[in-house]
Nanobody, 116 residues
Framework: QVQLVESGGELVHPGGSLRLSCAAS????????MYWYRQAPGKERELVAY????????NYAESVKDRFTISRDNAKNTAFLQMNSLRPEDTAVYYC?????????WGQGTQVTVSS
């Protein structure tokens, strides 16, 4: 079955960096676009970034552009989200997501807290 397992979230000071990982299994990873979303307390889940199957195209929410970088390693079935210059408003649970034949799959999420 499809599994997405996020890791790498933790408490970090403003201005710091984190790298999130999403390990995928149960589907042909290299064929599908991968997404990162986040959900802050009391807010709707929002799309942060996505990367197409070969890594040739990426897109970002305006709020993270020039600070976050999405990438993938198709040999290791893993997607990454490098987050730099973190701000308190980046505090959220971060989820990876894939859409297979009309069905969305989510990981359990990883908590990122940006606080001094």
């Amino acid at each position: 079955q499809v599994q997405l397992v996020e890791s790498g979230g933790e408490l970090v000071h403003p201005g710091g960096s984190l790298r999130l990982s999403c390990a995928a299994s149960g589907f042909t990873y290299r064929l599908f676009t991968m997404y990162w979303y986040r959900q802050a307390p009391g807010k709707e889940r929002e799309l942060v970034a996505y990367v197409t199957s070969t890594g040739g195209l990426t897109n970002y929410a305006e709020s993270v552009k020039d600070r976050f970088t999405i990438s993938r390693d198709n040999a290791k079935n893993t997607a990454f989200l490098q987050m730099n210059s973190l701000r308190p408003e980046d505090t959220a649970v971060y989820y990876c997501n894939v859409r297979l034949r009309g069905t969305e799959y989510w990981g359990q999420g990883t908590q990122v807290t940006v606080s001094s």
